[in-house]
């Protein structure tokens, strides 16, 4: 299938469960965004040279992940049964999802330093750092999968990393095509948000949870291009 088609079908998806999917993710979404303003600002006012962050900093982080997680996984089991021809409500996606939460971190956390990692090497020899930028959205593309595996396939953190990673090499351009998304979203979220910080906080916060939800959109994609995959590799097989 085309990425045309693919982008068309995830389109016409969100559209057509935009309201499922609000009732779904806006409340993770809202914490989401209230914890990265709230660390936003502490950064801003901490003193450089000496920086401190203290527990309620690392607990914050904490809740940040886990709610993240929690998002991930109610988001891919809502897509999950619904391409399977079910439905169920909200509370009980999000209480069938909160089992997933331990190794959507452990695969988080694995896959992150993977991709950071070229980066942060690369750093050290200045102007090579856009090598590492390179070779980590690259990796970034082939571990985009890791958080299907670990839901919809059942996989453990590591099998699901090896697994996106052998997946994703025939497809790599379309995944790299999907997530390239970010960017003018990104680019679009970046310019509201500057224009409602002179709306005040609330306003800010409802400009960043409205771009957050948008960008939920190339999670479906994603989906939906790992569903079209899957299926083609039954057929063959």
Request: aromatic share 10%; charged share 10%.
């Amino acid at each position: 299938m085309s990425l045309s088609a693919i982008l068309t079908e995830a389109y016409n998806f969100f559209r057509n469960h935009v309201s499922q999917l609000a009732a779904l993710t806006l409340p993770f979404l809202l914490i989401q965004v209230m914890l990265q303003l709230w660390l936003g600002q502490e950064m801003l006012q901490a003193d450089l040279e000496n920086p401190v962050f203290g527990p309620i900093h690392g607990a914050a982080m904490m809740v940040l992940l886990v709610t993240f997680s929690i998002l991930i996984a109610a988001l891919t089991l809502y897509l999950q049964i619904r391409s399977e021809g079910h439905d169920l409500k909200p509370l009980a996606i999000i209480k069938a999802s909160i089992p997933f939460v331990p190794p959507l971190l452990l695969a988080g956390v694995f896959s992150g330093l993977a991709v950071l990692a070229p980066v942060m090497l690369f750093a050290a020899f200045g102007p090579f750092w856009i090598i590492g930028l390179v070779v980590s959205f690259y990796l970034f593309s082939r571990l985009a999968y890791v958080n299907f595996m670990v839901i919809v396939e059942r996989l453990t953190p590591l099998d699901a990393i090896k697994t996106s990673f052998v997946f994703s090499g025939p497809l790599v351009l379309k995944t790299i095509a999907v997530i390239s998304l970010y960017i003018p979203l990104s680019l679009l979220g970046g310019g509201l948000v500057k224009l409602a910080e002179a709306g005040g906080l609330p306003v800010q916060l409802i400009i960043e949870v409205a771009v957050a939800f948008l960008g939920l959109f190339v999670n479906v994609a994603l989906y939906r291009l790992y569903m079209v995959a899957r299926s083609t590799d039954k057929t063959e097989s």
